[in-house]
C-alpha cells in the first residue's frame, strides 16, 4: 500500500470510512451526493485491506482523531453495498453499485484500448472462444467489431455464441485472463476487482451492428445451423436499412446529411416504397435531384454492394443513436406515416 502523502483524497475517505463502526459510516456515507458515495464504494471496493500504519495516519489527519491499536481493515464489495444500503436504502444502493460496477468494467483490459485490432487478434490466438469472449465484451465495441472480423470463420461464431450466453465474470477470472494478455503484450497493470455482467445478446448485437456486411452475413448464416433461435433474436435487434421509417422526420434529415448520394442511391437499390418515400421527403429539392440522377446512373450491381452501402448507413445511425443525437424506436408496429 502507499504511504498517505501518495493518496487521494477520495482514497482517504474510503480508507476512513473502513475504520469507522458501520453506524458511524453510514452516518458520514449519509452526508455525500450520490456521486461523491460512487466514488468513495469505488475506492472501497479496490482496496479490501490497508496497512494499520497508513490508516492511523489518515485517521491522524482527519481532525486529529486519535486512533488506539492498529485495526485490521474491511473493504470489499459486500462492505461497500452494506454501507450504500444502510445509507440510500435497498433499492438506490442497487443502482448505485451497477453504476459503480459499470464505471470499472473493462478496466483489466484497458491497456488494450490503444493497441491496433490484429495486435489484440496475435494476444488472443489460441484461447478458447470463452476466453477471447471475455476479452471481447470489456473492449469498446468498435474495436471488438474489428477484433471480431478478423477471426478465422469457425473461432468467430463460437465467440460470437458465448458472448451471447456469458453471464457474471468473477474477479478471479477476469483478473487470470488479464493477466496473461498483459505479461505477454509486455505491459503493467495494477489489480481490479470487479464483478459484472459483460456477455448477453446485445452486446453481441452492438458488436455486430458495427462490423461489415460480409462479416455480418456469415456470422448469422453460422449461427443460423448452430442455434436458429439465438440467430433470430439477435436479428430482431439489430437495426436495419429499413429502420429509417422508425426514426421521427428530423432524425432521418440528421442521417441524410451526411450519407453521399452515390452511396444512398446505391443502397436504396431494391429497397421498400415506404423506405424510399421516407429518403425522398426528408431529402431537399436540390439533393433529390442530385440522388434522381444517382439512382438513374446506376445499372446492375451485386447484392453485396447494396449490402455494404446499407451496412454504411445503418453504422451511421447507430453511431448517432449511441451519441444520443437521434432516438430509434424499436416498437415494430408503430411505424410513422409520413
Not at 82 to 105: D, H, I, P, Q, Y
Not at 183 to 194: C, F, I, L, N, P
Not at 202 to 208: A, C, G, M, R
Amino acid at each position: 500500500m502507499r504511504t498517505a502523502e501518495a493518496l487521494t483524497g477520495t482514497q482517504k475517505v474510503a480508507i476512513v470510512l473502513m475504520q469507522l463502526n458501520r453506524e458511524r459510516a453510514v452516518a458520514v456515507m449519509q452526508q455525500f451526493t450520490e456521486a461523491e458515495a460512487e466514488e468513495v464504494s469505488s475506492e472501497i471496493m479496490r482496496m479490501r485491506r490497508v496497512d494499520p500504519d497508513v490508516a492511523a495516519e489518515v485517521i491522524g489527519e482527519f481532525y486529529n482523531m486519535a486512533v488506539s491499536g492498529k485495526p485490521a481493515m474491511r473493504g470489499g464489495r459486500d462492505f461497500a453495498a452494506g454501507l450504500l444500503e444502510a445509507s440510500f436504502g435497498s433499492e438506490k444502493a442497487a443502482g448505485l453499485m451497477n453504476r459503480v460496477t459499470s464505471s470499472m468494467a473493462g478496466k483489466s483490459f484497458e491497456f488494450l484500448d490503444d493497441a491496433e485490432p490484429n495486435q489484440v487478434i496475435a494476444l488472443l490466438d489460441g484461447e478458447l472462444p470463452q476466453t477471447i469472449a471475455l476479452v471481447l465484451a470489456h473492449l469498446k465495441t468498435k474495436k471488438a467489431s474489428a477484433v471480431m472480423s478478423g477471426l478465422p470463420v469457425a473461432v468467430r461464431t463460437d465467440v460470437a455464441q458465448a458472448i451471447a450466453v456469458m453471464g457474471a465474470a468473477t474477479p478471479e477470472a477476469i483478473g487470470i485472463v488479464s493477466e496473461i494478455l498483459k505479461s505477454r503484450a509486455g505491459a503493467v497493470m495494477s489489480d481490479r476487482e470487479q464483478t459484472e455482467v459483460v456477455g448477453g445478446v446485445q452486446p453481441l448485437v452492438d458488436i455486430i451492428n458495427r462490423s461489415d456486411a460480409s462479416t455480418e452475413r456469415a456470422l448469422l448464416e453460422a449461427l443460423d445451423e448452430r442455434d436458429p433461435e439465438l440467430a433470430e433474436e439477435i436479428r430482431s435487434r439489430m437495426l436495419t436499412f429499413a429502420d429509417l421509417v422508425k426514426l421521427e422526420r428530423r432524425d432521418v434529415q440528421q442521417v441524410l446529411r451526411g450519407v453521399d448520394p452515390a452511396m444512398l442511391a446505391l443502397a436504396m437499390k431494391g429497397a421498400s416504397e415506404a423506405v424510399t418515400d421516407v429518403i425522398r421527403t426528408n431529402v431537399s429539392e436540390r439533393n433529390r435531384e442530385i440522388l434522381d440522377s444517382e439512382i438513374a446512373a446506376v445499372g446492375p450491381v451485386r447484392a453485396s454492394q447494396v449490402e455494404e452501402a446499407r451496412a454504411d448507413i445503418v453504422r451511421q445511425i447507430r453511431e448517432m443513436e449511441s451519441a444520443g443525437i437521434i432516438t430509434v424506436r424499436r416498437n415494430e408496429d408503430d411505424d410513422l406515416v409520413y
